[in-house]
């Protein structure tokens, strides 16, 4: 297929170019080459190059900054959403759209399935929500992909701040009321690759398995690099006032993925170490 990737320079668009490149003609683009939240220039973008499918991997992800900035991030993740899939519609081609967790509230107690109600909590998670409506509006072939707390190669992300912040100092102090799965974008790369070769469309979570707190993420990273003289000590959300509210237990469970027959992604522990064997720790 010949393939459009919106956000194509970012972590996760730079892995998605890699797992895609070698069986698809790719149409890569970011920001200064397609601007997502003008639809005029998005149409005729797409009428040129005739994408059979598109993947819209930009969005504005700062959490605490999205608070600021909310048109901002409105425009980008829903307005960007929207107009990506009504050039999808426009060519009769699918959509792949990533969305979050942030869109749930973490008050379930349990992970998240994706028929659980939204009820986001902040600007962020609101601006992807709409980003998601608009794509199942405009758009009837979509592929929705809820995925969390993800770290890549090509981009700063939890654990690469903390290796570089446990070599810095003796102490660290993490929040441990707060649940995820911490993801790596490889592995949801590789799931794309398989999904879109066939039309299951609908929304699917993909994220590694287990639902570890941000202290006891750190704590497994800590212990896979062997930094063994860090001392790790936990502390409340509570004690960091930040712009915005974050979910406290938003681990989402893979339920269509599995029921649709799709292997499950590998646990967070593996996918942690398949990670930091192909990094440059050095660079940290």
């Not at 981009?155 to 660290?172: D, M, Q, Y």
Request: charged residues 25%.
């Amino acid at each position: 297929m010949k393939i459009l990737i919106a956000g194509a320079g970012g972590m996760l668009g730079k892995d998605l170019a890699a797992e895609l490149e070698n069986a698809h003609e790719l149409i890569k683009t970011d920001v200064g080459e397609l601007d997502i939240p003008a639809l005029r220039s998005v149409m005729n973008f797409t009428a040129e190059t005739r994408p059979d499918m598109i993947i819209n991997a930009a969005a504005v992800t700062n959490v605490d900054a999205c608070e600021t900035e909310a048109d901002l991030a409105f425009r980008v993740n829903a307005v960007g959403a929207r107009n990506l899939a009504a050039a999808s519609c426009e060519l009769a081609a699918p959509i792949l759209h990533f969305s979050t967790d942030y869109i749930f509230d973490g008050e379930k107690g349990s992970p998240y399935i994706e028929s659980d109600a939204p009820n986001p909590l902040g600007v962020y998670g609101k601006s992807k929500l709409e980003g998601e409506e608009h794509v199942r509006r405009h758009a009837n072939r979509h592929y929705i992909l809820r995925i969390q707390s993800t770290y890549g190669e090509h981009g700063k992300n939890f654990v690469t701040t903390i290796i570089k912040a446990a070599r810095e100092k003796g102490v660290l102090t993490v929040v441990n009321d707060q649940r995820s799965s911490p993801t790596y974008t490889k592995d949801v790369c590789g799931f794309v690759s398989r999904l879109i070769e066939q039309p299951g469309y609908g929304t699917y979570h993909v994220s590694n398995s287990g639902g570890p707190s941000w202290y006891e993420f750190a704590g497994e990273i800590i212990k896979q690099t062997g930094l063994a003289n860090v001392k790790l000590e936990p502390c409340s959300a509570k004690d960091y006032k930040r712009p915005a509210r974050r979910p406290k237990f938003s681990v989402l469970e893979n339920r269509n993925l599995r029921l649709c027959g799709y292997e499950p992604l590998r646990p967070f522990e593996q996918a942690l170490a398949d990670f930091l064997s192909r990094v440059d720790m050095g660079r940290y």
